[in-house]
T-cell receptor
């Protein structure tokens, strides 16, 4: 019963490097989300997807890209890493948008940009 | 512009006593409120929710109270147990819009 899995758990990047944060869910959920949590702050929505092939911007999308080629996977891409992107990133999924209260979160990816 | 605020970053409570976590919001369009619990190195998990048409929702040891006139909600945990030690986030949404999260309160239950 994996739920939502994220890789890697931790990564250090140099300024200007790129990387992809992986997210996979095995619950056949249509909705998937990417959040970031900065120290002392709440979770901020970066991007979300309502189904394969459909993505939309959240509250803080700048510097990120996403794709949704399958129901299961929702990778988050950082093209030119910046220190401001140092954060903990959480992926989540839900069966539908009205059931946001039952968003299932992954364990998070801690990213440090130096 | 922090629309959902948790003004207490941390709270310590003796085991067996009541834990009260508070949350204030500014957006009068919010009509659904949620509490999430987060352990270290794990993602948040949903705990309890309340609609704006209610002022109380109870689930076992957890009760959420909503005071719409004061734009305030609180989470009561009684009796508190060591396993309740975690970070608690309140969140709110307006209709089907995105969730807005508070900054979290770290609860420590002292045995």
């Amino acid at each position: 019963n994996a739920g939502v899995t994220q890789t890697p758990k931790f990564r250090i990047l140099k300024i200007g490097q790129s990387m992809t944060l992986q997210c996979t869910q095995d619950m056949n959920h249509n909705y998937m989300y990417w959040y970031r949590q900065d120290p002392g702050m709440g979770l901020k929505l970066i991007y979300y997807s309502v189904g394969a092939g459909i993505t939309d911007k959240g509250e803080v999308p700048n510097g990120y890209n996403v794709s949704r080629s399958t129901t299961e996977d929702f990778p988050l891409r950082l093209e030119l890493a910046a220190p401001s992107q140092t954060s903990v990133y959480f992926c989540a999924s839900s069966a539908s948008r009205v059931s946001q209260e039952t968003q299932y979160f992954g364990p998070g990816t801690r990213l440090l940009v130096l | 512009d922090q629309q959902v605020k948790q003004n207490s970053p941390s709270l310590s409570v003796q085991e067996g006593r009541i834990s009260i976590l508070n949350c204030d919001y500014t957006n009068s369009m919010f009509d659904y409120f949620l509490w999430y619990k987060k352990y270290p190195a794990e993602g948040p998990t949903f705990l309890i929710s309340i609609s704006s048409i209610k002022d109380k929702n109870e689930d076992g040891r957890f009760t959420v109270f909503l005071n719409k006139s004061a734009k305030h909600l609180s989470l009561h945990i009684v009796p508190s147990q060591p396993g309740d030690s975690a970070v608690y986030f309140c969140a709110a949404r307006a209709g089907n819009e995105k969730l807005t999260f508070g900054t979290g309160t770290r609860l420590t239950i002292i045995p």
